[in-house]
């Protein structure tokens, strides 16, 4: 099975700008999850979709948004970007409640 | 709120060493366990999980037991090598299916 896609792989925006980025989950898996990552936070939960529902919502801005597909793909979408959004945004996938997936992220710098 | 706790690194070893990277979590409940890795440049790949008390899980010549009782999921390989070199996530999911990982910890192996 191909294993979890996102794109782009990287991306430079300027302050104030919105930016999409997309993730494909491992075919079968209804769960997908988004994650940021930086030098200072660390490993910090987004949110989490199944069957096109958000399920789980971590502790971030408005400005952070997402939404998931009939076939399971889904989208995040920040708007207003700031300096501090520079991060690896890596998504998952899962089968279950359980075990997850990650694809190779998304490297966005926000100058 | 769930929480985990690594060592403290960098981690600098000779090729052949034996590995430890400590690990302990704070949960309500029964969490189930897992070791990320990540190479540069790369998500996190999963290396190994483990879902109730006393399971062990193993691959690549890691291994980690859950210890209930200590609250411990400490990762081992007993003989390192270079390509083992990367940054090591100790993670735990509870009754919702978000991830909460630990810092990392960075491993360096040298020949």
């Known amino acids: 099975k191909a294993g979890v896609t996102q794109t782009p792989r990287y991306l430079i925006k300027t302050r104030g700008q919105q930016v999409t980025l997309s993730c494909s989950p491992i075919?079968?898996?209804?769960?997908v999850s988004w994650y940021q990552q930086t030098p200072g936070q660390g490993l910090q939960f987004l949110f989490e979709?199944?069957?096109?529902?958000?399920?789980n919502k971590g502790n971030f801005p408005g400005r952070f948004s997402g939404r998931q597909f009939s076939n399971s793909r889904s989208e995040m979408n920040v708007s207003t970007l700031e300096l501090g959004d520079s991060a690896l945004y890596l998504c998952?996938?899962?089968?279950?409640?359980?075990?997850?997936?990650f694809g190779p992220g998304t490297r966005l710098t926000v100058l | 709120g769930n929480s985990v706790t690594q060592m403290e690194g960098p981690v600098t070893l000779s090729e052949e060493a034996f590995l430890t990277i400590n690990c302990t979590y704070t949960a309500t409940g029964y969490p189930s366990l897992f070791w990320y890795v990540q190479y540069p440049g790369e998500g996190l790949q999963l290396l190994l999980k483990?879902?109730?008390?006393?399971d062990k899980g193993s691959n690549k010549g890691f291994e980690a037991t859950y210890r209930k009782e200590t609250t411990s999921f400490h990762l081992e390989k007993g003989s390192v090598q270079v390509s083992d070199s990367a940054v090591y996530f100790c993670?735990?999911?509870?009754?919702?299916?978000?991830?909460?990982f630990g810092k990392g910890i960075t491993l360096s192996v040298r020949p």
């Open positions: 979709y199944f069957s096109e529902t958000q399920r």
């Open positions: 483990a879902t109730k008390a006393d």
């Open positions: 075919s079968g898996h209804r769960s």
């Open positions: 998952a996938s899962s089968a279950d409640t359980d075990t997850q997936y």
């Open positions: 993670a735990l999911t509870g009754a919702n299916s978000k991830l909460t």
